[in-house]
């Protein structure tokens, strides 16, 4: 897919020269809609749900946080409920929850009467055995990560890569299942951009399916490079955006030599 | 269904024609062609003197029969860009008489550019021919002159996109045009992502388009046929031609195989866009490939007075890659043979074989992984067609057709990785017709027919069972080569014309087409990895009727032609990509898509002056084409991308004197329906944009206008030679390819929206030479 769009600008940029400009589009204005960001992983809690909403296109990127809502997250498979605590306006916090791998968590969400709900196993951990950098192979001097693991002998593991680059989370959507590559030794370089010197945390989350599935729609609809644009699938039920995320988490950190 | 008794009707209708015109009536034959070349003329038109509704019109092949009461004639020859001709013959006896006909000599500063009031008297509507002269002297873009973006300036046609080959019609999809290359089916009619057209004008000889209003011979898409045929070769005389432009080179070499009996063609064209690759400073942008070639080739031959083989074939494929890392390489294959037969002076037979092939491979080459994406879909089809021309009022056309469609989903295999393959899908596609012309008065003209195509779904591939959600419930399993089921859907088509006076006539049409294969596309315009798909259990065949009427009329001795036609379509079982669905995969497809029905209707104004030295014309539709599929924008009606309201286009072509020719175009149409964000949010730090609907805004309008000079160089006895300039899109309008959305660089609170545009002021020169 990325190799595609490189392609498309390639061809784009050398033969035909296109031009860029910013320009004014008349947009609606939209109801605001409830975003839900949850996260359950196999590290120590506590864990975090946030409740925002959304705003029209032209105003400012202030999105307005949802206070006074009921939070509580059920592991099933223990038989532990955990009501979260509003710390700040829209953080709810966990306070007695465990991630596990293989149970089963449930969320239930109600704002205003607005019930939201879900419920996601925690998948085997799959560690990140180590980490190293090169050069980029799409050129232009910039240097590229390459996280090594092993896939399980089991088909069915979806990842997904989060990279902190000079303790900033990156916008960068990487994520891999194992349909092609099952049960091997994996050293799939990631996108390049990084320059010499630059700090890299890179996690690597061991995802469901329908995260999965999560993550490849906020691609798509982030390249915005299909005819019909369309919101991510949520695994939320009740019409929220956003997603409610239960993964194992592994890390490595690299300073680009 | 009843195939028998449509088989019995028709024998018994032939009986009938043939009783009819059995008493004193004697039949001239023969083939209409080209004095100089030998090129058979189709549609050339042949009439008696003294009474014109009494006539006839040469096939695709030049064959003409005409059965008239003994006595002498005095019968006229017609066919555009060629002098009249006067016969004299007697008919006393069968008579065979081929006729040659001399072009207009060129010199005459003056041309025709549309045949003579045959579009008043013919029951045909929302058709459209094109002169292959007419193309060479429209403005292009990269100096290529191109088929498909010619036929986007024509009444109810609509471009895909900014420079784009891929067209709309009559606000149908662009998968549901019939793209043929001498019968052949052209699965994927476009080079470089959309912007060529896999025709080489140099090969082409005829092009017609029908708009959903194809008689009974044509048959497996619901919005239009665009036949092409291609150029029999010269049977007199050895010719090169050829063209140095910009982007593309082409040659061009026919000659006659054996004088008067055979002749060969063979068209070659290469693009050379990765010479500016080179000359970049990028090294894998400089190891990449860009390019596209065509290969067209044509044998004919005589076998005897009543048999004519004809072997055409097409090869063409694009490459592009990116420094061994990533490939890209599509292309198209066909081939037709052909066998004309003369049964008797009244019966033609035409017997085809033909085979298409589109395929793509996508190579990716990176951290040891070497990967292969390869799909595939594969036609071998067998057709055999009988034409009649059974009175001077009635002639009929009949035949079947079979296809064996075989369609690999996408296989992908290579090293280091786990390969995945899925089972070919395999169908038959078959279809009975029967098609009658009758001229029921000299003031009414009917075409009537009706064509019964079945399709059948093989076993082998994988079939599915979905959940009312649209998961999969089951996987179904079938043995190879059982029919798994099988669509029946008849097709009737009518058109008549009726003549209120010598210059203006009525028409009134219905049409019902069925559309069995279906191109499963989630992109802005052509994309070569888009997937066609067979019907299936659960993809239904894309049915639509039209109705449509239109008024024609010819001004001024015939110099102006003067059309208006009305349309209203309605299509069942369109098919549409679910929000989010993963379009790159070779996982089952039937859980991604959903279904629904497509509605469009529309005015097409037409004004063409077709002789002397200015001719051009000038088209205007305005329509409408809207969708309701069930999951989308809450089951409620919503305009379609092929949803232009307004639709411009102007093209003169001016002979300034012997030396200059100069010609322009100008295009205008309102903005297509688009999906654009109606707010945003925030998800792990950035802003996203968020969607309330499909296709609930619109692009800003389109408009561009061309220039084209072309300059005939000195001519010698054996050697001729012109240079063709061109500019596209003079006035340098920068009309927008895509808007997307993003954050402001320079203000992290804002988000922004940016337009892209690409071809202003495109300036080309290119140089042709024939000897």
Not at chain 2, 447 to 469: E, H, K, M, Q, T
Request: charged share 20%; net charge negative.
């Amino acid at each position: 897919m990325k190799t595609s769009n490189i392609i498309y600008i390639a061809l784009l940029l050398f033969a035909f020269s296109a031009c860029k400009k910013v320009i004014q589009v008349n947009l609606n204005s939209s109801a605001p809609h409830y975003v839900v960001q949850g996260n359950v992983t196999n590290q120590p809690g506590p864990y975090l749900v946030t409740i925002t909403k959304s705003v029209n296109f032209d105003q400012d990127n202030v999105f307005p946080t949802v206070s006074g809502a009921v939070v509580v997250i059920t592991d099933n498979t223990a038989g532990v409920a955990d009501t979260l605590k509003e710390t700040t306006p829209g953080n709810y916090y966990t306070s007695i929850l465990t991630g596990t791998p293989g149970h089963k968590y449930q969320l239930y969400i109600n704002a205003a009467n607005n019930i939201f709900t879900t419920t996601c196993i925690m998948p085997v951990p799959v560690t990140l055995d180590s980490l190293y950098t090169q050069l980029s192979s799409f050129g232009g001097n910039t240097y590229q990560l390459v996280p090594v693991y092993t896939d399980p002998v089991a088909f069915g593991n979806y990842y997904h890569f989060a990279e902190v680059k000079n303790d900033t989370l990156t916008d960068n959507i990487s994520i891999r299942n194992d349909a092609l590559i099952n049960g091997q030794v994996i050293k799939q370089p990631l996108g390049g951009g990084l320059q010499q010197g630059d700090s890299v945390a890179l996690y690597l989350e061991c995802i469901d399916s329908a995260m999965y599935q999560y993550y490849y729609s906020l691609e798509q609809t982030e390249n915005q490079n299909s005819a019909t644009p369309a919101n991510p699938i949520s695994n939320l039920s009740g019409g929220a955006l956003g997603y409610f995320s239960v993964h194992t988490l592994s890390s490595k950190s690299i300073i680009v030599p | 269904m009843n195939n028998k008794t449509v088989l019995f009707s028709l024998l018994v209708l032939i009986f009938y024609v043939t009783q009819l015109s059995a008493q004193n009536r004697y039949t001239m034959s023969g083939i209409i062609k080209d004095k100089k070349t030998g090129e058979a003329l189709i549609g050339a038109t042949l009439k008696v003197a003294d009474k014109q509704s009494l006539g006839t019109v040469s096939n695709e092949y030049g064959f003409y029969s005409l059965t008239l009461p003994a006595g002498s004639y005095k019968l006229l020859v017609d066919y555009v860009g060629y002098t009249e001709q006067e016969l004299s013959v007697t008919l006393d006896k069968k008579t065979g008489i081929d006729i040659s006909m001399e072009p207009v000599a060129k010199e005459l500063n003056e041309v025709t550019i549309s045949s003579k009031a045959n579009n008043i008297t013919s029951a045909q509507m929302g058709m459209d021919k094109l002169d292959i002269k007419d193309i060479n002297m429209i403005p292009v873009l990269f100096g290529e002159r191109d088929v498909l973006k010619t036929i986007q300036l024509l009444p109810g046609v609509q471009s895909v996109g900014d420079g784009n080959s891929g067209f709309y019609v009559r606000g149908g999809a662009a998968d549901q045009n019939l793209i043929l290359l001498d019968e052949a089916v052209v699965y994927n009619p476009s080079h470089l992502l959309g912007f060529f057209s896999t025709f080489n004008s140099d090969a082409i000889k005829d092009v017609t388009l029908y708009k959903g209003t194809a008689p009974a011979q044509y048959g497996g898409r619901l919005s239009s046929v665009l036949d092409v045929k291609m150029n029999d070769g010269d049977d007199q005389n050895y010719h090169v031609s050829g063209g140095i432009g910009l982007i593309a080179s082409k040659l061009d070499v026919e000659g006659p195989i054996e004088k008067d009996d055979g002749s060969f063609l063979i068209t070659a064209r290469r693009t050379y866009a990765d010479v500016f690759l080179k000359l970049s400073n990028d090294t894998t942008l400089k190891k990449s490939s860009l390019y596209f070639y065509d290969l067209n080739a044509k044998l004919n031959y005589k076998l005897s007075k009543k048999d004519h083989l004809y072997l055409s074939g097409y090869s063409g494929q694009d490459d592009l890659g990116l420094g061994g890392l990533f490939g890209l390489n599509y292309g198209n294959e066909t081939g037709t043979l052909r066998w004309n037969h003369i049964i008797n002076d009244k019966l033609f037979s035409n017997t085809s074989l033909i085979y298409s092939d589109y395929n793509y491979n996508i190579n990716v080459n990176a951290a040891g992984i070497s990967a292969n994406i390869h799909s595939e879909i594969r036609d071998w089809n067998l057709k055999e067609e009988l034409e009649l021309f059974a009175s001077p009022t009635n002639s009929l056309r009949f035949g079947f057709n079979s296809i064996y469609h075989t369609i690999e989903p996408g296989n992908i295999t290579g090293s280091g990785i786990t390969n995945s393959t899925q089972p070919d899908n395999h169908s038959w596609e078959n279809a009975v017709y029967i098609d009658d012309n009758w001229k029921v008065s000299s003031r009414l003209n009917i075409d009537y027919g009706i064509r019964v195509s079945a399709f059948s779904v093989l076993g082998g591939a994988n079939l599915y069972d979905l959940n009312p959600d649209g998961t999969i419930k089951d996987t179904l399993h079938y043995g190879s080569g059982q029919i798994v089921q099988t669509y029946f859907i008849p097709e009737p088509r009518a058109s008549a014309s009726y003549t209120l006076n010598d210059v203006s006539s009525l028409k009134l049409g219905y049409a019902r087409n069925s559309q069995y294969l279906h191109l499963i596309s989630n992109s802005t315009t052509t994309n070569p990895t888009d997937k066609w798909v067979g019907s299936n259990n659960i993809i239904k065949p894309e049915i639509s009727d039209q109705v449509s009427l239109g008024y024609f009329r010819s001004l001024k001795n015939d110099d102006y032609e003067f059309s208006v036609e009305s349309y209203y379509k309605y299509m069942q079982n369109q098919i549409d990509y679910k929000d989010g669905a993963n379009v790159l995969d070779n996982t089952p497809l039937e859980p991604k898509l959903l279904f629904g029905d497509g509605r469009a209707y529309g005015l097409e104004f037409s004004f063409k002056k077709k002789v002397g030295k200015f001719t051009g014309w000038v088209s205007y539709t305005l329509s409408r084409s809207e969708l309701q599929i069930q999951g989308i924008n809450n089951d409620d009606w919503y305009a379609s991308r092929q949803d232009h309201t307004h639709n411009l286009s102007v093209v003169g072509i001016y002979r300034l004197n012997k030396k200059w020719t100069l010609s322009s175009d100008f295009v205008f149409y309102t903005g297509g329906a688009v999906t654009f964000p109606s707010g945003k949010y925030e998800v792990n730090g950035y802003p996203v944009f968020l969607y309330t609907e499909r296709d609930g805004y619109r692009m800003p309008a389109y408009n561009r206008l061309d220039l084209s000079a072309t300059k005939q160089l000195k001519k010698h006895k054996h050697y001729s030679s012109e240079l063709v300039y061109s500019l596209y899109n003079a006035y340098g309008r920068e009309n927008p390819y895509i808007i997307t959305f993003q954050q402001d660089p320079n203000d992290a609170n804002k988000t922004q929206a940016v337009q892209y545009s690409l071809f202003r002021w495109v300036p080309s020169i290119s140089y042709n030479f024939k000897f």
